[in-house]
């Protein structure tokens, strides 16, 4: 499967972006999803995972309650709400499809990975 991120941009903080990430073929729908970022000099970090059907999702800490993450399997899409931003939550932000269909924070369980798209949040 392919994946393409979008949604990214320049926000100030307390703002809000919805990202996105659209799949190709058939058997997105068999995936669990997930969203990691990357700020530059740190490792990359789990944000939110979603299980296949969209019934479970499981985030880090330091997003709960201020992202919600989603999707949409008819329309090959996920999403990652994310409101009440922080200057810490600055990076690049990737989606990820791991071909065991449940929610997870590790890299290493994610078979397939979109470019990222550039969340700014300014102070």
């Known amino acids: 499967v392919q994946l393409q991120a979008s949604g990214g941009g320049l926000v100030q903080a307390g703002g809000s972006l919805r990202l996105s990430c659209v799949g190709s073929g058939r058997t997105f729908s068999m995936y669990g999803m997930g969203w990691f970022r990357q700020a530059p000099g740190k490792e990359r970090e789990f944000v939110a995972s979603?299980?296949?059907?969209?019934?479970?999702?499981y985030y880090a800490d330091s997003v709960k309650g201020r992202f919600t993450i989603s999707r949409d399997n008819a329309k090959n899409t996920m999403y990652l709400q994310m409101n009440r931003l922080k200057p810490e939550d600055t990076a690049v932000y990737y989606c990820?499809?791991?071909?065991?269909?449940?929610?997870?924070?590790?890299?290493?369980?994610?078979?397939?990975w979109g470019l990222g798209t550039q969340v700014t949040v300014s102070s």
């Open positions: 990820a499809a791991g071909s065991r269909g449940w929610v997870t924070n590790e890299v290493l369980s994610y078979d397939y």
């Open positions: 979603i299980s296949w059907s969209g019934g479970t999702t």
